[in-house]
């Protein structure tokens, strides 16, 4: 089937710096693509998305960025603190599916103080 | 107003035990989906509903069956439970209406089968 591949798998900053989580997209078709943060024992939450017809969309600390003809997207953290400690997903539709979403397997983020 | 139900929370099964997740939505939309995560993996898709009366197949649809009993239910039978189905299972519905995208998640069933 179509894949999201994510990376890195785990990531480790120190408090402030910026975080950087890349995502690759096959599915041509895709048209929406969210972002989710879950920490341990809880459901998944959207963070921020964008669509395809936006390159880049930010919200306070984090922000999105879209190349559709590469098939990637970003998502950046800056100014990093201790409770942005999570695992982040990406995702991206999948096509003929309804609206259902294909995720990325993750990148565990730890911010150290 | 809870958006997604789940239940049950935790189950404990032995292998070749069947059993029901079932899954509620308040939120009056059209689909409803059933993801497994499990560690390194990601969510991936079991089944999924665009709407009341149809179901489809997903990435890992294998051992698993559906119902979407009316367009707040969307349950998933194991029928004949193996530990490969050891996982936290979410069900999803949209937050905002199927076009807008994010999907709303409960809060998990976890399920060990022994």
């Known amino acids: 089937g179509e894949n999201v591949e994510q990376h890195p798998s785990t990531l480790s900053v120190q408090e402030g710096d910026s975080a950087v989580i890349k995502c690759t997209y096959s599915?041509?078709?895709?048209?929406?693509f969210p972002w989710y943060k879950q920490e341990l024992g809880k459901r998944p939450q959207l963070i921020i998305d964008i669509r395809s017809n936006v390159g880049e969309k930010k919200d306070q600390r984090i922000a999105v960025t879209l190349n559709k003809t590469a098939k990637h997207f970003s998502l950046h953290i800056t100014e990093t603190q201790p409770e942005d400690s999570a695992v982040y997903f990406c995702a991206a539709t999948i096509s003929n599916s309804g609206y259902a979403l294909n995720f990325g397997k993750g990148t565990s983020l730890l911010v150290t103080p | 107003n809870a958006g997604v139900t789940q239940t049950p929370k935790f189950q404990v099964l032995k292998t070749g035990q069947s059993m029901t997740l079932q899954c509620a939505q308040d939120m009056n939309h059209n689909s409803m989906y059933w993801y497994r995560q499990d560690p390194g993996m990601g969510l991936r898709l079991i089944y999924y509903?665009?709407?009341?009366?149809?179901?489809d197949k997903g990435e890992v649809p294998n051992g698993y069956n559906v119902s979407r009993l009316n367009k707040r239910e969307f349950s998933l039978r194991l029928e004949s439970a193996a530990p490969s189905q050891t996982s936290v299972y979410f069900c999803a519905s949209p937050r905002r209406g199927e076009s807008a995208g994010e999907l709303f998640f409960g809060e998990g069933s976890r399920l060990t089968v022994l």
């Open positions: 509903s665009a709407s009341e009366g149809t179901t």
């Open positions: 599915d041509s078709a895709s048209n929406y």
